[in-house]
């Protein structure tokens, strides 16, 4: 917290507020909702003088300043029609079309067809005038499918695929690469990682969709942006303050059709949400607060294998481990921001946001050995635990605009924090008795309510209690200066700067007891609602505990100009200071290490008509050696993390990832916003990590220990398709069904592996997503229909074999019917395939592959209603 001040400092140097900026030109044309033009119509920019009204072909014209512009058209007989439209530093040319619908004391015979709303038309025109190649969707479109945590949404966009947790989306990977390969921002500024892990990847189910209100997925790099985006960037924006008036709340439930065998268990599933967006002082300051709220209850089953001694040699079975768990699962979201607009020169916001994501998880295991002679010959555990993760951000964002420069300041404060409380485990088992003869198929499909030894009861081996607390700090302040080189705003010159500080400490306890405790019966497990705490106020600063800090200073120099109507350029060069350290606490052991990058950039968009371009994009970019790869573990069962038996192992010696990017990119923005996307990519990288898996016994138990490695030199090719068009070019009353999908091909070679299968880890070859959207305002009816597609992919080497996760093909459904004007009921049903998710030694779909895992976690669905005032 003592980068606070420098917020405070910041936001004082900041209300310096200036006059004039140079403007570009909004255009377009006025009509009625039967396609006639509208004279006389009034535009006017809502908080300034700025106005005009419409000529005889309903044209209208306005010079406007850059920034987020407010316009109102009015009409005797229609309704008013109120947008709000983003102008980018290097826009010129702008055309917004205005279609207004009659005013009449009911408005039930009514029908608007056209245009999207504004909110995802003003997105695809953002898209199509940035600097580098980017997806964007806004909240409109979006909110419309059935998805909970922002990885389920982004998974809906060209060149994205998503990795799944206990059945949810959570990391999100870019152009066929790893999850830590890709940037995660929130409102253009970083997040820290909110995992103990020793990785970079920002896990996303902590923050709900319904807050967000629009996702941007950058798929190059320009000289303003951070280098280390190798597969790309992914910025969400929370829902910010606007002018016009907004109230909305929902309410609904559900119930999860999965795995319910934990006496006890419940699966119900509740969730709501309410924003409030209101001026507050006459369109001067404006305000935005929003919660969400989502309880999920689910329970799944994981049968685990293991293969000889240390679970992946050999062809037989040694070890059957099948687990029942039992999770509810607690997400809460607020957001609040204030804006404050003196000028429509000028702005100033402040917002906050913050998300919580609280786990209750009980877990009955048994562990069936076939007698090796290392542990016992079955066990029976009993786990539970409380798991909190939390993200808390504050943003300071300022803009001033000069008459030929611009100004803009920055700085933003999260911290995350991940916390085990008082993970119990008994362990009761048995190493010799009357044992059952058991067939190797009976042997593969034990249950955790079978036993080999229906006549013997378990005794107590051990218990064992862990507490664990990960925290991490973002600290960021940017600062970025515009000048603009002809009046006409065709070109410019940008600097700027940029200081990030990253901070992670992590503290453990843990302790374990021999014998003890009660006696089982064969098939009954541990009740750990009656044992006692191993220790009721553990210490964790006894712990095998570590501090560690990144920072990065960077500095760049960019040149934007565009050439002609049809030509723009955008040259640039970065440069990155990092500066990485560790310190051990009981210890106080520590080093150190530093290098510099400079990053070259360079972008190209050439028009071929209006709504045709093509993109060219090269540039340099990395991804940093993780925190705790490089802190010193003593021993194999130090630092462990919140899942079970699973230990996260050092690596001092591990570099930086660099890549060498090149990417081509073809844009047609068609009728209706409909959009076609065609990329060819190659991503040249040096040193690439691939995850490594030690296998060992810690206290009898079967464990995995994971550490992050380089691989040889690798090259990515890639082909992505991406396209969003309404079916009204085939004919006029098709207007109502939108198909929106997209698919990514990619092609890996590694250095020295001339095999046809080489691959990088946890990069899948290719994925797909297909959506069906109808949407009939004459019958107030919203339908979807959404698949996704993600081939196997390799997962990481245990023990030198190669582990590879299965195809998955997931479906979801959502429908919205408006019962009255404002009021909407709608359904959700997730995961309606309820594919399995599966691990094996060797791909899956060869003979001679090996199962090592397998867990589904069932159908899942919501009813509710939604309450949107004012709402079309």
Known sequence: MRYQLFLFVLAAVCCSFTLRAQEAEITGTITGPGGDTLIGA????????????????????LEVPPGRIRLLATYLGFENFDTVVVVSTTDRELEVDIVMRESFMTTGEVIVYGRRASGQAQALRVQQSATVPQTIIHSELFNKYPDITLAETVQRMPGVTITRNRGEGELVQVRGLPEQYTAISLNGQRLPAVQPEADRAGSLDIIQSNLVEEVRVIKARSADMDADAIGGTVDFRIRQPEERAEVLLQAGGGSNFGFDQIPGQSSGITQAAAVLNSELSDEAVYGLLGGSYFRHNRGNRTQR?????????????????????DRMTTKLGLIGAVELRPSIYNRMRLSYNYSANDEEVMTREANFNRGNGETFLEDRISSRWKEERRLNMVALEVENNF??????????????????????????????????????????????????????????????????????????????????LTANRSSFLRAGARYRIKERTYQEFYASVQGGGSTIGPTEFPDLSTEPLIDERPDLSAGPNYYASEKIAAGYLMFLSNWTSKLTTSLGL?????????????SQQADSTTYND??????????????????????????????????????????????????????????PTYSRNLDLTYERYGRYDGLISVSAYAKYLTDPTVREAQFAFVNGQPSLGYSIANTADARLLGLEIGFYQSLAFLNAKLRILNVNGNVNFNSYKLDGDNSEGSTLAQAPRRSANLSLVYSNPRNR?????????????????????????????SLDLAADYELFKGISAYLRLNNATDHRAERYIGKPDQDDSLLLSKTQYGIWGVAGLRWRPGSN
């Open 598 to 655: 400079l990053f070259p950039s360079l972008n190209i968009t050439y028009r071929l008509k209006r709504d045709h371009q093509l993109r060219f994009s090269y540039y340099d970019a990395i991804a940093r050696v993780p925190y705790a790869t490089v802190v010193p573990v003593q021993a194999f069962s130090e630092r462990r993390q919140a899942r079970l038996d699973v230990f996260s192992l050092d690596n001092p010696e591990v570099r």
């Open 574 to 586: 970065r440069y990155e200071y990092t500066d990485l350290d560790y310190t051990l606490q009981r």
């Open 781 to 809: 009816l919203n339908l979807v229909i959404a698949g996704n597609y993600r081939s196997s992919t390799l997962d990481l080497l245990q023990d030198g074999q190669p582990v590879w996760i299965n195809a998955v093909i």
């Open 42 to 61: 009034s535009v006017r920019v809502v908080g300034s003088v700025i106005g005009a009204t419409s000529n005889v072909e309903g044209h209208y014209q």
């Open 305 to 325: 294998f293991d293969y000889g001694q240390n679970g992946t040699t050999g062809r037989e079975i040694s070890r059957v481990r099948p687990i029942d768990t």
């Open 403 to 484: 008459k030929q420069t611009q100004l803009t300041y920055a700085l933003s404060f999260a911290s995350t924090s991940e916390r085990v409380k008082d993970r119990q485990r008994i362990f009761n088992g048995i190493t010799f008795g009357d044992k059952q003869r058991l067939t190797d198929a009976e042997f593969r499909d034990l249950l955790p309510t079978d036993t080999q030894f229906p006549n013997d009861p378990k005794f107590r081996n051990f218990a064992e209690q862990l507490n664990l607390d990960l925290e991490e700090d973002i600290a960021i302040g940017g600062i970025n200066l515009t000048r603009f």
